[in-house]
């Protein structure tokens, strides 16, 4: 039972550079959300998406861009790396109850990002 | 504002004793709320759930209080395996700093 598989585990990019964090989950959960987690900052909301075809801005968009073309995957694209994207990335998925409720998130094992 | 506000210690507690979390919201309307548990380096884990009625795991009491719109957890008997930091999670995607807690032998 594979979960959200989160790829890579560790990049190293330099500035100016792209680069796409993957992401995939075998639950067929409807919500997938990206976070970037910061020491002293908890985990900040990037992009999610209720379901394929549909993604929304978060707290810290700013420099990524996401896709849902499929309720599996849900790539997150740096598009110009900068230091400050320095950080760790999780990537989730969740589906939703009744009521509108949203139920426990899965996370992935995350990614180090290092830009230089 | 935060969606969500967390008071990120660090807690320092002796095993045995009690210790108490708290997490404001802003948004009245929210409906989801969870506790989360993440250990050094690694992702968050669901610890529990926050109902409405309150709900207890063993060592663990999680409440939550719409009207002062904040959730609580607290954690007795304190064990050296409760070392992590614990986030509170407000309608799925919006999470607090985290509070640090280290149990002392």
């Known amino acids: 039972n594979a979960g959200v598989t989160q790829t890579p585990k560790f990049q190293v990019l330099k500035t100016g550079q792209s680069m796409t964090l993957q992401c995939a989950q075998d639950m067929n959960h409807e919500y997938m959300s990206w976070y970037r987690q910061d020491p002293g900052m908890g985990l900040r909301l990037i992009h999610y998406s209720v379901g394929a075809g549909i993604t929304d801005q978060g707290e810290v968009p700013n420099g990524y861009n996401v896709s849902r073309s499929t309720t599996e995957d849900f790539p997150l694209r740096l598009l110009s790396a900068a230091p400050s994207q320095t950080s760790v990335y999780f990537c989730?998925?969740?589906?939703?109850?009744?009521?509108?409720?949203?139920?426990?998130?899965?996370f992935g094992q995350g990614t180090r990002l290092t830009v230089v | 504002r935060k969606e969500v506000e967390q008071d990120p210690g660090p807690f320092n507690v002796p095993e045995g004793a009690t210790v108490a979390f708290n997490c404001t919201y802003s948004n009245s309307a929210s409906q989801s709320f969870f506790w989360y548990r993440q250990d050094c380096r690694k992702e968050p884990k669901l610890l529990m759930s926050?109902?409405?009625s309150g709900n207890e795991d063993g060592r663990f009491t999680a409440q939550l209080n719409r009207a002062s719109q904040y959730i609580s957890l607290l954690i007795r008997d304190s064990k050296l395996s409760d070392s992590a930091t614990y986030l509170c999670v407000v309608n799925q995607f919006y999470f607090g700093t985290g509070t640090s807690l280290t149990v002392i032998p």
């Open positions: 989730a998925s969740s589906s939703i109850q009744g009521l509108g409720a949203n139920t426990e998130a899965f």
């Open positions: 926050v109902y409405s």
